[in-house]
C-alpha cells in the first residue's frame, strides 16, 4: 500500500522558519515526482512546488519562491520543505502527494495524498 | 483568484445528475493539458476521482464522469447519493510565465 506520513508542523513566529518532512513507502520513490500542496483553513488547495525524480528539475508558486526549498533523498524515500521567513499568510495544512510521472510538470497528477501536517504561523 | 474557476457551490437530491465546470485559459486547458479532478470528503485529504480529463481511478464508481472541451471541463455525478457531499477540485497545469501546477477553487456539492 503507498503511504505518505507528513510531519514537522507547528506554531512558528513570523519570520522564523519551519522544515516539513514526508515519509514514503509502498512503491520506488526515486521513479517518481513529488509535490507539497497546501490548504489555508476553510479555504482551496494551492499548490506549493514539485521535485523531479532525481532533484534535476524543481517548481515553486511565485507565493513560495525564494522563500521555499523543496528537496528529497531518494535513500532514505524522503520528501522535505525548508520554509524560511514564513509569514502569516502561510498559515495551512501542507500535504506531501506522489505525482503520476517521474516528471513534476506538464501532464501531472496526484495521487496519493498524504494526511497533511499543519502550519500555524502566528506570534 | 484561482487560475481555474469553478461553481463555489452545487446542489442537487440524491438520485439526480450534477454537473461542475471548470473553465481555464488558453494557456492551461485550453494549450492541451489534461485536467484532473479530486474529491474532499470533510476532514479528510484530497483523493483522486478523474485523471487525464475522463479516465477513473480503480475503485472510482462509474457515477462519476469527465470531459473536456477547448478551454473547459466538467464533471459529472449521475445518481447522486448522500456520501458524495464534499469539495471537489479541478488540477490542471498552466504553461504561462510563471509555468506551474494550478487548481480550481473548489466547489462544495451539497446532497439535499
Known amino acids: 500500500e503507498v503511504q505518505l506520513v507528513e510531519s514537522g508542523g507547528g506554531l512558528v513566529q513570523p519570520g522564523r522558519s519551519l522544515r516539513l518532512s514526508c515519509a514514503a513507502s509502498?512503491?520506488?520513490?526515486?521513479?517518481?515526482?513529488m509535490h507539497w500542496v497546501r490548504q489555508a483553513p476553510g479555504k482551496g488547495l494551492e499548490w506549493v512546488s514539485g521535485i523531479s525524480w532525481n532533484s534535476g528539475s524543481i517548481g515553486y508558486a511565485d507565493s513560495v519562491k525564494g522563500r521555499f526549498t523543496i528537496s528529497r533523498d531518494n535513500a532514505k524515500n524522503s520528501l522535505y520543505l525548508q520554509m524560511n521567513s514564513l509569514r502569516a499568510e502561510d498559515t495551512a495544512l501542507y500535504y506531501c502527494?506522489?505525482?503520476?510521472?517521474?516528471?513534476?510538470?506538464?501532464?501531472?497528477?496526484?495521487?496519493?495524498w498524504g494526511q497533511g501536517t499543519l502550519v500555524t504561523v502566528s506570534s | 483568484q484561482s487560475v481555474l474557476t469553478q461553481p463555489p457551490s452545487v446542489s442537487g437530491a440524491p438520485g439526480q445528475r450534477v454537473t461542475i465546470s471548470c473553465t481555464g485559459s488558453?494557456?492551461?486547458?485550453?494549450?492541451?493539458?489534461?485536467v484532473h479532478w479530486y474529491q474532499q470528503l470533510p476532514g479528510t485529504a484530497p483523493k483522486l476521482l478523474i485523471y487525464?480529463?475522463?479516465n477513473r481511478p480503480s475503485g472510482v464508481p462509474d457515477r462519476f464522469s469527465g470531459s473536456k472541451s477547448g478551454t473547459s471541463a466538467s464533471l459529472a455525478i449521475t445518481g447522486l447519493q448522500a456520501e458524495d457531499e464534499a469539495d471537489y477540485y479541478c488540477q490542471s497545469y498552466d504553461s504561462s510565465l510563471s509555468a506551474h501546477v494550478v487548481f480550481g477553487g473548489g466547489t462544495k456539492l451539497t446532497v439535499l
Open positions: 509502498g512503491f520506488t520513490f526515486d521513479d517518481y515526482a
Open positions: 502527494a506522489k505525482a503520476n510521472r517521474s516528471s513534476w510538470y506538464d501532464w501531472v497528477w496526484f495521487d496519493p
Open positions: 487525464g480529463n475522463s
Open positions: 488558453s494557456s492551461n486547458i485550453g494549450a492541451g493539458y489534461d
